[in-house]
């Protein structure tokens, strides 16, 4: 059963900002993510409860799963970099 997504305008700025292929791939994982926020290339946030980031190429999605809501709120995309994580 798919989850509910909702993605925050800042991530929806960082994805308008990127070249196509790119923001291409992240939408096909995004896709992959509604089926299953847990399957992939994530890593659970520290100090942070029930955030979640997911690696695609060298971006990062930065995700929150609220299971009761069965509800996936993307707060950002963004390239890594040294800054990435602060």
Same mark, same amino acid.
Not at 37 to 62: A, C, L, M, S
């Given at each position: ?8 305008? @800042?991530? @929806?700025?960082? $994805?308008? /900002? ?11 994982? $995004? ?11 994530? /890593? ?8 979640? /980031? ?24 963004? /390239? ?7």
């Amino acid at each position: 059963m798919s989850w509910l997504i909702h993605i925050a305008d @800042q991530a @929806q700025k960082s $994805l308008k /900002r990127l070249p196509k292929s790119s923001a291409g791939k992240i939408l096909l994982v $995004l896709e992959d993510i509604i089926e299953d926020p847990y399957f992939g290339d994530i /890593r659970k946030v520290k100090g942070e409860i029930d955030t979640w /980031r997911r690696r695609v190429g060298e971006y990062r999605i930065t995700y929150v799963v609220l299971v009761n809501e069965k509800l996936i709120k993307v707060t950002d995309i963004e /390239r890594k970099s040294d800054h990435t994580y602060r």
